[in-house]
């Protein structure tokens, strides 16, 4: 069965940072291009950031671009989200999947940016 689980969100101030973590088990890891997603208050549920299997290639969201970074662990089966500079309007439930979101989504974690 495949889970996903985040962790690593919270409450932090505006140019804050955190280090998100997602625990990934249930299918080959390395098989798989993985991505984070952003759902904000009422909005829909969007791609922040994906990496290839091997590490090697980035994407960001033109919105986080240069603040976010994403990396992988495949002996850990875990991918990271650093977020730096972080702005009010990064609050939002955070989520991983495999690129394509073809799994069930893990519970996500909150990050909250406020002052």
């Known amino acids: 069965q495949v889970q996903f689980v985040e962790s690593g969100g919270g409450l932090v101030e505006p140019g804050g940072s955190l280090r998100l973590t997602c625990a990934a088990s249930?299918?080959?890891?390395?098989?798989?291009?993985m991505s984070w997603y952003r759902q904000p208050p009422g909005k829909q549920r969007d791609v922040v950031a994906h990496v290839t299997r091997r590490d090697d290639i980035t994407y960001y969201a033109d919105s986080v671009k240069g603040r976010f970074t994403i990396s992988r662990d495949n002996v850990k089966n875990t991918v990271y989200l650093q977020l730096n500079s972080l702005k009010p309007d990064d609050t939002a439930v955070y989520y991983c999947?495999?690129?394509?979101?073809?799994?069930?989504w893990g519970q996500g974690t909150q990050v909250t940016v406020s002052s």
């Open positions: 999947n495999a690129y394509g979101a073809p799994f069930n």
């Open positions: 249930g299918f080959t890891f390395s098989d798989y291009g």
